[in-house]
C-alpha cells in the first residue's frame, strides 16, 4: 500500500519559516504564521500518530513545529522591543529615528 502525504505537512514547515522571516515586520506577522503552523502541527501529529503506518510527510510536520517555535520567540521578543521603545520615544519619536536613519543612508 502506498503511503499517503501527512495533510498540511509541507504548509506547517513553509509557515514555520515564514514565522521566522516575517518576525522583523513589528513582530505581528511572525506571531500570526507561528501560531498557525503550531495549531496545524498539532492537528497533524494527532493524525500521524493515530495511524503512522500510512502517512508520510512527519519530518516537515516537526521541522515546522521547531521552526515556528523559534519564530514566535523571536516575534514575541521583537514586539516588545517595539512596545517598549514606543513607551519610551513615543510614535513621533520612532518615525523621528527611521527618517533621521534613512537621510543618513541616503548621504552615503
Do not use: H
Not at 63 to 69: D, E, N, Q, S
Amino acid at each position: 500500500m502506498e503511503k499517503q502525504t501527512l495533510p498540511n505537512s509541507t504548509l506547517i514547515l513553509v509557515f514555520g519559516i515564514l514565522s521566522i522571516v516575517t518576525c522583523c515586520c513589528y513582530g505581528i506577522l511572525g506571531l500570526i504564521f507561528g501560531i498557525v503552523a503550531l495549531v496545524l502541527a498539532k492537528t497533524a501529529k494527532q493524525t500521524y500518530m493515530a495511524q503512522p503506518d500510512i502517512y508520510e510527510g512527519y519530518n516537515n510536520v516537526k521541522t515546522g513545529r521547531i521552526l515556528a517555535i523559534i519564530g514566535i520567540v523571536l516575534s514575541g521578543l521583537y514586539l516588545l522591543l517595539n512596545i517598549v521603545l514606543v513607551a519610551i520615544y513615543g510614535w513621533d519619536g520612532m518615525q523621528e529615528m527611521v527618517m533621521e536613519s534613512m537621510e543618513v543612508y541616503q548621504n552615503q
